[in-house]
């Protein structure tokens, strides 16, 4: 596949023109980051913004006993380390990749020109960034407002209309999900039970489907 082609399959880049594609594709090249692997360190410097081209990435806290909470998980198209090169401050968070993952990296000084010549990418990167924020406001409120099956319902949710709605595809851990709401593995295969028992959702495997949409987002606080 062309670099082109690549580029433009990110929502980021999806708009611009052949020649914009082109002059993009000299400015980045591709790095492949091993399952495990700590792409991004917390509060070192920024110099680069990445773009998942294949895989999946989470943006982690990681407290002094060792405890992690994370923030995020980004797949394909989506993009990270944009904040440092914005605002000038250290990285904000870990970004580590959970697979194998391929990635577009973009220096410091090519982001801030392609931010200056291309209104549309700028605007695409406030239209993700506003997204995000609200995520991030679904997940203080539910924080404070809901209890764990509340949490995990929301979280369920939020997986499920990544895709359409009903299948969360992809594969997630009861340990992962722990730390994404902020509880315990057991507490949350506890809950995942009481779900399944009461038909809200189905488990197959390693896939989760939503069985019955409104009583889940009633018990997520959505209705
Ligand atoms: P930066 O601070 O440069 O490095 C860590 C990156 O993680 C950050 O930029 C963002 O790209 C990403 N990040 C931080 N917080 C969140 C969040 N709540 N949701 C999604 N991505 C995030």
């Not at 790095?31 to 990445?50: C, M, N, T």
């Not at 902020?182 to 197959?204: A, F, H, K, Q």
């Amino acid at each position: 596949m062309s670099v082109a082609t690549t580029l433009q399959a990110i929502p980021l880049f999806a708009h611009l023109t052949d020649e914009e594609l082109a002059r993009m594709g000299e400015l980045t090249r591709q790095r492949k980051h091993p399952k495990g692997s700590v792409i991004l360190f917390e509060d070192d410097p920024g110099d680069a913004l990445y773009v998942v081209i294949e895989g999946q990435v989470k943006v982690v806290l990681i407290g002094e006993d060792g405890r992690e909470v994370i923030l995020a998980t980004l797949a394909d198209g989506d993009f990270f380390g944009e904040m440092s090169l914005i605002d000038d401050e250290p990285r904000s968070a870990h970004v580590i990749a959970m697979e194998t993952s391929n990635l577009l990296v973009l220096r410091r000084d090519d982001f801030q020109r392609c931010l200056e010549d291309n209104p549309r990418i700028a605007l695409g990167l406030l239209r993700a960034l506003t997204k995000r924020l609200r995520l991030a406001d679904s997940k203080i409120g539910g924080l404070v407002l809901l209890d764990v099956t509340g949490r995990v319902a929301r979280l369920l949710l939020e997986m499920a209309d990544e895709n359409d709605g009903v299948v969360i595809s992809r594969k997630v851990t009861h340990h992962q999900i722990a730390q994404m709401i902020g509880s315990s593995r057991e507490t949350v295969s506890r809950t995942m039970r009481t779900l399944i028992d009461e038909n809200l959702i189905e488990v197959v495997g390693k896939t989760i489907t939503v069985r019955d949409r409104e009583a889940m987002e009633s018990t997520a606080g959505l209705r």
